[in-house]
């Protein structure tokens, strides 16, 4: 135990060794899916989930699967609030919140995909059920969840195109009729509120139902002295409810939820050490509301960036960003029985729809603000045929239908220093170089220099400020698909586990874009100062494709209190269409295929000394086809760029060591490399039309070691009563951010540990809870996501030598202090 401690404790260097000795000491943990019954062993007093990753009832130690398993009240003694904390605690887990919340990421094994475009997720999600097909679509709070599970690996089988790197498998909690009423609410730093309820009713003697809101606000935690504005706010309300009742002999469910989110996006800093002296002076310039011969000798007087430190929260730049963000769904799950065979049938309609207005450039000036509305209604149907387990062959079938309707509004104003200021400032410095080169006299060339900015301010005031870049996409998304798993008991210690999915994808759409303001549109005889940012294209799009995806695992069991698993698996994402206009048109280019995946993993499950459970995995994973966003300087284009095997090691361990004293332990070493990347994007400074080999590179959000460490010793007090502390560690190693694969040092960011503290008391019967809570304790400043600054090449923001550019950080929330209760009513 004092080990276990003192890891607790470590500093950052240490914690590569602490990792690695959970990795070969402990071995870890594989497991868990998709609905959750908590039981205890008395014995052992370790809590043992019950899944249905293979779409039956299994203990999770019985489930030859790479996976995580997280139930309610893991979630509540935590103090997790959404997905992106959850994601800390899995091993070769991570969620990335960027500009948006529609670019949440969500990647398993280092693999995920940006939701803020048309590309398919690595990892799908699943919510009772039901594939949400947008990662902005989980973003918010974790209220009335019964599981969380974390299938790692492709789950082309049973779960389809787009698990190609894993699952996450959310159910929410199902009317009990229990007649209870759950209360709670919370305050904390930077005006942090937040509250809920959830009645659970019998309605009579056959139907009972349930309903939980939620409510949440926060103040911002960074502050914008250009806009005067805090940064990072955020409202969150949500229903959910559901009902059970018969239908004949069957079960059904009926779910329906509402979320609204609100916020003004996430804190973007210049990253400091990324910043040369000349950029400070380009910004200058550019920004220099008046131009004077005097200033080419004593500098420009322009407002600049807040450069010195990313992580102190207070900025110099336009941040007049407004996010609305909602979704509902209504689902009917309906099970029956009948003979020796069980039957279930997921009906479901979901919409999203997210409207984002935002100041991308981040300085300290108003320069094409951008809108964005997205749009995704989504309807599915599946049925299940499952055997019963006499004997010892059983097996799971069904059949799937998809379909998904997804739009993608986005306009670009100009803005209100965009033509007069930054668009002047630059034809004037271009004019101005090209007749000092040329032999003209300084003043000749000033004075000429001015003229010629003056005429392009005018011209481009002469075209629309609001919508002058406007595109269209839109797309229609049909699959369908067949799939059939068994497993069968060669002996009493090993089965055989096969299945096979094949599906049929069929996806048509359009995309438009209309340059309005020639400004924007290339430079021609007739638009002399187009600047080239969008040109104006028009495409019909079409895509189709049809995969077998399969599985096979031998199992081997040889005790109660072991079990170890060899499984060979493939799945695949599937293809579609670039929906982001740029500087060229596209043509083909417009559409790309789908990713596909192998992969080979070996591991085992098993009880630890009496203690607990301890499991792990060793797997190699390789994708062909690689979907990588290559940036052409202006945005980025989809295309299947690469080879890329991802391959490591995942451990998870779940031990009471005495009756007061339980630890968790997870941890995962993942190495990543590209096999084949030869036409690559370049670094920024360079031309973007020359690709550079990244053959043998790590793929970017690939961090090489995490690490989760959480200790809680729980104790009676007076009557009736119990305290509890709760300590956390938790490490993430360095990695590359970025959206952008260039392989570029300066966007490699440090690895971080984080520290959180719980402190409370309870009755010991679970009716109620006060806690206080401090996450993020030490206030450790890390960047979630790293962009290179907008405009970089048109600003001059770039390094012809070195090919580096100046860089931005999303930040990391701060230090977070709070108080918590929570109330039950029986």
């Not at 509250?195 to 009713?201: A, E, P, Q, S």
């Not at 100041?359 to 045929?385: G, H, K, N, W």
Request: a negative charge; proline letters at 4%.
């Amino acid at each position: 135990m004092q080990n276990f401690q003192r890891r607790k404790q470590v500093q950052h260097n240490y914690t590569y060794m602490s990792a690695l000795s959970v990795i070969l000491v402990s071995g870890a943990a594989l497991g868990q899916a998709i609905d959750q019954i908590e039981e205890v062993d008395e014995a052992k007093q370790v809590e043992v989930i019950q899944v249905t990753a293979t779409r039956r009832t299994e203990s999770i130690q019985e489930v030859p699967i790479a996976m995580s398993a997280y139930g309610a009240d893991f979630i509540e003694r935590a103090g997790i609030t959404d997905m992106q904390e959850l994601g800390a605690y899995v091993p070769n887990l991570t969620l990335t919140r960027s500009s948006q919340v529609a670019s949440n990421r969500i990647a398993i094994r280092g693999v995920g995909t940006s939701g803020s475009n048309g590309l398919e997720p690595s990892v799908a999600v699943f919510i009772d059920g039901v594939y949400i097909p947008r990662p902005g679509a989980i973003v918010g709070k974790l209220e009335d969840i019964e599981a969380v599970e974390v299938l790692r690996g492709p789950q082309g089988t049973l779960f389809g195109r787009n698990a190609s790197m894993g699952a996450l498998n959310i159910r929410t909690a199902k009317a009990a009729g229990d007649n209870t009423t759950r209360v709670w609410a919370g305050i904390g730093s930077d005006s942090l509120r937040y509250g809920g309820v959830t009645l659970d009713r019998a309605l009579n003697e056959s139907v009972s139902g349930r309903m939980s809101m939620h409510y949440s606000k926060q103040d911002g935690f960074a502050y914008s002295e250009y806009s005067e504005t805090d940064i990072g706010r955020w409202q969150d309300i949500g229903v959910r409810g559901s009902l059970v009742f018969p239908i004949g002999k069957a079960d059904a469910s009926l779910r329906a939820d509402w979320k609204r989110i609100n916020n003004n996006g996430s804190a973007s800093s210049v990253i400091a050490d990324s910043v040369q002296p000349r950029y400070l002076s380009a910004i200058s310039f550019i920004l220099d509301p008046e131009i004077t011969p005097d200033k080419l000798v004593n500098g420009f007087t322009g407002p600049l960036p807040n450069v010195s430190n990313e992580f102190d929260r207070r900025l110099n730049q336009i941040h007049e960003d407004d996010a609305v963000d909602e979704q509902r769904g209504l689902s009917l799950d309906v099970a029956w029985d009948h003979g020796q065979y069980s039957y279930r049938s997921i009906t479901a309609m979901r919409k999203w729809n997210n409207f984002t207005y935002e100041t991308p450039i981040r300085l300290p000036a108003e320069l094409l603000p951008r809108v964005t509305d997205y749009a995704a209604q989504t309807f599915s149907q599946e049925l299940q045929l499952l055997s019963s387990f006499d004997g010892p062959f059983n097996y799971v079938a069904g059949l799937y239908y998809y379909q998904e309707s997804y739009d993608i509004d986005q306009w670009f104003n100009l803005g209100a220093d965009f033509c007069s200021l930054a668009l002047h400032n630059n034809v004037w410095n271009t004019v101005f170089r090209a007749n000092l080169s040329g032999g003209v006299d300084t003043a000749t060339a000033f004075g000429n220099a001015l003229n010629t900015a003056g005429a392009a301010a005018g011209a481009c005031l002469n075209g629309p400020q609001t919508q002058a870049i406007l595109s269209n996409f839109s797309q229609d998304v049909k699959s369908m698909s067949v799939f059939a798993q068994g497993t069968y008991d060669i002996t009493d210690q090993v089965s055989a586990i096969v299945g096979v999915r094949y599906t049929n994808d069929d996806k048509t759409g359009y995309f438009v874009n209309d340059v309005r303001n020639n400004i924007a549109g290339p430079r021609t005889a007739t638009n002399p100062f187009g600047i080239n940012l969008r040109v104006n294209e028009s495409s019909e799009l079409a895509f189709k494709d049809d995969q077998v995806t399969w599985l096979a695992t031998l199992r081997y069991a040889p005790t109660n209190d072991f079990m170890t698993f060899l499984t060979a698996s493939t799945g695949y994402k599937g293809g579609g269409f670039n929906t982001e206009s740029g500087s060229e048109v596209l043509g083909d280019k417009r559409v790309f295929d789908s990713e596909t995946v192998t992969n080979l993993e070996w591991g085992f499950k098993s009880w630890f000394l009496g203690l607990g459970t301890v499991n792990a995995t060793l797997f190699r994973t390789n994708l062909k086809n690689f979907q990588d966003r290559r940036f052409d300087g202006v945005t980025f284009v989809v295309l299947n760029a690469a080879e890329l095997r991802q391959q490591g090691v995942e451990v998870d361990a779940n031990l009471y060591a005495t009756n007061n004293l339980s630890v968790m332990l997870s941890g995962s070493y993942l190495d990543s490399k590209f096999l084949d990347y030869r036409d690559g994007t370049n670094l920024p400074g360079f031309p973007s039309n020359i690709q550079q080999d990244l053959t043998g590179t790590p793929n970017n959000f690939s961090p090489r070691w995490q690490f989760s460490n959480s200790m809680e010793w729980r104790d009676y007090f007076g009557q009736n009563k119990e305290w509890f502390v709760r300590g956390e560690y938790q490490y993430l190693g360095k990695r590359r951010p970025s959206g952008v694969t260039d392989n570029n040092p300066s966007t490699m960011r440090p690895g971080y540990g984080l520290v959180n503290l719980r402190l409370g008391i309870s009755d010991d019967l679970g009716a109620w809870d006060l806690t206080l809570f401090a996450k993020n304790l030490l206030d450790k400043g890390y960047c979630q996501a790293v962009t290179y600054q907008p405009l970089n090449t048109t600003l001059g923001l770039v390094d012809p030598t070195t090919g580096d550019s100046m860089a931005r950080c999303y930040q990391s929330q701060p230090r977070q202090l709070g108080l918590e209760f929570r109330y039950n009513f029986e």
